[in-house]
């Protein structure tokens, strides 16, 4: 389920967050994209500004960009010259499918109810053995920020608690950073890579 508020907030500002989102890739991407064979196939959800995905398909890989956003899709696509699939954590099928799943900053969206379910999914889009880098903005639970974005905002406890429940993988490890977003405040990241 998509949370009404957050998609009206990407709707009327698409062009303002894209534009926010032409620096370079995150050192995370840059290890993401090096544990990766040639070619491999990747499913990123909320491709945002298409950033991280242009990074990714300049290097070769094969890519299937997301977001629950038709307004971002739109601009993303524009930008990669590549199709952008509308699609919420939710809507996932996928099986076997990816040999890697990107989710910058994007899962931190998903309701905390649903967030169990919404790993489970990716869990069965990968192949076996296959990559899974998400990150989220950590906290005590539920609440929206000064733009009335929803946020899950887990502690890692919590956080590791939703993955573990979700499937069972064969390699989970969380790393906690300092940072900001599209807020420029002070935000602390939680980085989580696991494997299928």
């Known amino acids: 389920m998509v949370d009404n508020n957050t998609l009206d907030f990407y709707a009327a500002n698409a062009a303002d967050y894209v534009e926010n989102g032409q620096d370079e890739p995150s050192s995370h991407l840059r290890a993401f994209a090096q544990l990766l064979p040639p070619q491999a196939k990747i499913l990123e959800l909320g491709t945002g500004s298409g950033r991280d995905a242009e990074f990714l398909l300049q290097r070769g890989f094969d890519v299937t960009p997301t977001d629950a956003s038709a307004e971002l899709a739109a601009h993303a696509e524009a930008r990669l010259n590549h199709p952008v699939r509308i699609l919420a954590f939710d809507a996932l099928e996928d099986v076997s499918q990816y040999d890697a799943v990107w989710a910058c900053a994007c899962l931190l969206h998903a309701p905390a109810s649903e967030l169990t379910d919404d790993l489970s999914r990716i869990h069965r889009a990968l192949k076996p053995g296959g990559l899974f880098v998400a990150s989220f903005k950590a906290g005590n639970g539920e ?35 300092v940072g900001s977003g599209y807020d420029n405040l002070p935000t602390q990241w939680l980085w989580v890579t696991a494997r299928r």
């Open 143 to 177: 609440g929206r920020d000064s733009f009335g974005r929803y946020y899950n905002y887990p502690s890692a406890d919590t956080l590791l608690a939703h993955y573990r429940d979700a499937a069972s993988w064969a390699d989970l490890q969380l790393q906690s950073e």
